[in-house]
T-cell receptor, first 111, second 112 residues
Framework: GNSVTQMEGPVTLSEEAFLTINCTYTATGYPSLFWYVQYPGEGLQLLLKATKADDKGSNKGFEATYRKETTSFHLEKGSVQVSDSAVYFC??????????FGKGTTLSVSS | DVKVTQSSRYLVKRTGEKVFLECVQDMDHENMFWYRQDPGLGLRLIYFSYDVKMKEKGDIPEGYSVSREKKERFSLILESASTNQTSMYLCASIGPRPDEQYFGPGTRLTVT
């Protein structure tokens, strides 16, 4: 079945460091891919998305490129801020069915 | 502004109680979902509904039921709460486009 695997956390970085959170997926066909963010005490927010191969999703300085050949959708940011501290979830959605989530990666950024 | 609201942010119930968690969306979406979120396990799908009075089991439906009498409201029911149902419960409403996905703020349920 479809599944999402993302790197284990927690990830601890200093402010202005480069961030990569790895995400790979298993799916038949061509799913849409998403990154969600959950700030402390809040619900999930859609951070960015990509709906087809080679698409790059971007938002708030975060980027992720849909790589069909490696079945990956890694999240990157060039310079993290303390306010980026949150839990990040990679997810896929195939043909409008329910989202399938990875287990989440906790990011902690210190000043 | 689009909205998914959940009836409670925090809830404490006793073992054996019947618990109702309600979710309301104002976007006229047909698809609504209930997930539970646990540390190290991510979000797991409990039930979902594609239309009024329709429901489908997700990955972990045991111990839960749902009700969708109106399009905007999707209720999760714990028939007899148990301590292993202590968790964060998230409701989602999803539209026809890939970016039309909205989550409620979550209900943190503690069963003692």
């Amino acid at each position: 079945g479809n599944s999402v695997t993302q790197m284990e956390g927690p990830v601890t970085l200093s402010e202005e460091a480069f961030l990569t959170i790895n995400c790979t997926y298993t799916a038949t066909g061509y799913p849409s891919l998403f990154w969600y963010v959950q700030y402390p005490g809040e619900g999930l927010q859609l951070l960015l998305k990509a709906t087809k191969a080679d698409d790059k999703g971007s938002n708030k300085g975060f980027e992720a490129t849909y790589r069909k050949e490696t079945t990956s959708f890694h999240l990157e940011k060039g310079s993290v801020q303390v306010s980026d501290s949150a839990v990040y979830f990679c997810a896929l959605d195939q043909a409008g069915t329910a989202l399938i989530f990875g287990k989440g990666t906790t990011l902690s950024v210190s000043s | 502004d689009v909205k998914v609201t959940q009836s409670s942010r925090y809830l404490v119930k006793r073992t054996g109680e019947k618990v109702f968690l309600e979710c309301v969306q104002d976007m006229d979406h047909e698809n609504m979902f209930w997930y539970r979120q646990d540390p190290g396990l991510g979000l797991r799908l409990i039930y979902f509904s594609y239309d009024v009075k329709m429901k489908e089991k997700g990955d972990i439906p045991e111990g839960y039921s749902v009700s969708r009498e109106k399009k905007e409201r999707f209720s999760l029911i714990l028939e007899s709460a148990s301590t292993n149902q202590t968790s964060m419960y998230l409701c989602a409403s999803i539209g026809p486009r890939p970016d039309e996905q909205y989550f409620g703020p979550g209900t943190r349920l503690t069963v003692t």
